[in-house]
């Protein structure tokens, strides 16, 4: 098992649309989790971080459930500009810390 | 967010070259820098962790003596591909860790030819 799993996709969506991604982790030791934007043939660039009260900026959240092991990414009202892959990450702390990415989540916003 | 630029952000070079890609952090200092290969609609994928004054640490299946790393000083860690060949062809990205938190450098995208 992947420490740290994200459906492929790709998610095509209309614009305005909601839609969500999920990302679970195996490792419960894991401490801190954020997510990523990567734009074809670019960097991944950080979006958000995610904490258990939630963190919401503009038209995304984020969400952790530290129970289920899972963080989840919500974007309302989706843009064109929106279509990207979105990559979560965990960082663990083994005596030092170290960051597992997802493989990320394909998201194409079709007007 | 944390600047981390990277140098050269394109090259193409001859099959048997050696290639070097610099990646700083520009308004931070980074201990600990990361090497991270991407090939077309994949993964990321961790190379080799590089720390400032001592030795990277390679991840499995990755060839220290093909992937040269230095990291001399808090702001400079350099990737050199030795004797590259056209299957090192491939988009290479480092990043650099604030706190806990890591900011990637735009890449460079390796073409041998």
């Known amino acids: 098992r992947k420490e740290v799993e994200q459906d492929p996709g790709p998610f095509n969506v209309p614009e305005g649309a909601t839609v969500a991604f999920n990302c679970t982790y195996s490792n419960s030791a894991s401490q801190s989790f954020f997510w990523y934007r990567q734009d074809c043939r670019k960097e991944p660039k950080l979006l958000m971080s995610v904490y258990s009260s939630g963190n919401e900026d503009g038209r995304f959240t984020a969400q952790l459930n530290r129970a289920s092991q899972y963080i989840s990414l919500l974007i309302r009202d989706s843009k064109l500009s929106d279509s990207a892959t979105y990559l979560c990450?965990?960082?663990?702390?083994?005596?030092?810390?170290?960051?597992?990415f997802g493989a990320g989540t394909r998201l194409f916003v079709k007007a | 967010g944390a600047v981390v630029s990277q140098h050269p952000s394109r090259v193409i070079c001859k099959s048997g070259t050696s290639v070097k890609i610099e990646c700083r952090s520009l308004?931070?200092?980074?201990?600990?820098m990361f090497w991270y290969r991407q090939f077309p609609k994949k993964s990321l994928m961790l190379m080799a962790t590089?720390?400032?004054?001592?030795?990277?640490?390679?991840e499995q299946g990755v060839e220290k003596d093909k992937f040269l790393i230095n990291h001399a000083s808090l702001t400079l860690s350099t990737l050199t591909v030795t004797s590259a060949h056209p299957e090192d062809s491939s988009f290479y990205i480092c990043?650099?860790?604030?706190?806990?938190?890591?900011?990637f450098g735009p890449g460079t995208r390796l073409t041998v030819l």
């Open positions: 308004d931070f200092q980074a201990t600990t």
């Open positions: 990450a965990v960082i663990l702390n083994t005596g030092g810390f170290k960051t597992i």
């Open positions: 590089s720390n400032e004054g001592s030795k990277a640490t390679y």
């Open positions: 990043s650099a860790r604030l706190t806990v938190v890591q900011f």
